[in-house]
């Protein structure tokens, strides 16, 4: 039989898992298949240890793992989103913070009634198109966890940044964003 080498979508495809799972196996070092040009290359021994890997991960009893609760400034979304456009080699931190996020669900993305208009005015007026900002905020509001905040503390010179002080105060934040 002739020896196959596939590569990591295609070894999910045949697998009939996520990608994302299989790269997860690589990275924990479950499997270390041949990696040559920047791509990993499955033959049919690393397909079955990977299948193997499934099974028995499957049997075990789920683990819940802690993530870090925090608010995002608004100079880090503008900037990630920034990032997108550009060409892939050139991501940005903020850019490739953003996509680790929607990813991987890194942590807690924490908001109050506040911070989603003030997300929505900025990239407004730095000319993001509506159904893109649309696609964003409703993005956000969906996977973000709300934090009620009756009352905004006076605890930042800038005006602007009280609604997340106050979000990250309530929301007994690990993480804050920040940037520049």
């Known amino acids: 039989m002739q020896n196959v080498e596939l590569k990591l979508k295609q070894a999910s495809a045949v697998l009939g898992v996520p990608p994302k799972d299989l790269q ?15 791509v990993y ?6 397909l079955l240890q990977a299948k193997v890997a499934f099974y028995r991960s499957a049997s ?4 819940r793992r802690k993530r870090p609760r925090g608010v995002v400034d608004t100079s880090v979304l503008v900037a990630g989103i920034a990032g997108f456009k550009a060409p892939p080699d050139l991501k940005n931190s903020s850019a490739l913070f953003l996509r680790e996020w929607i990813e991987n669900d890194t942590f807690f993305w924490l908001l109050n009634d506040d ?5 929505k005015a900025v990239l407004a007026r730095l000319g993001v198109r509506r159904a893109l900002l649309g696609r964003i905020i409703n993005l956000l509001r969906e996977e973000a966890e709300f934090v009620p ?7 930042s010179p800038d005006p602007d940044d009280v ?10 934040i690990v993480l804050c964003v920040l940037r520049g």
């Open 41 to 46: 290359w499955f033959d049919r021994k690393l």
């Open 163 to 172: 609604p997340f002080c106050a979000c990250a105060e309530r929301g007994l």
């Open 24 to 38: 997860n196996l690589v990275q924990l070092g479950v499997i270390c298949p041949a990696r040559r040009k920047k």
């Open 60 to 63: 075990l009893p789920a683990r």
């Open 149 to 155: 905040v009756s009352a905004a503390p006076d605890i």
């Open 115 to 119: 911070i989603p208009q003030e997300y």
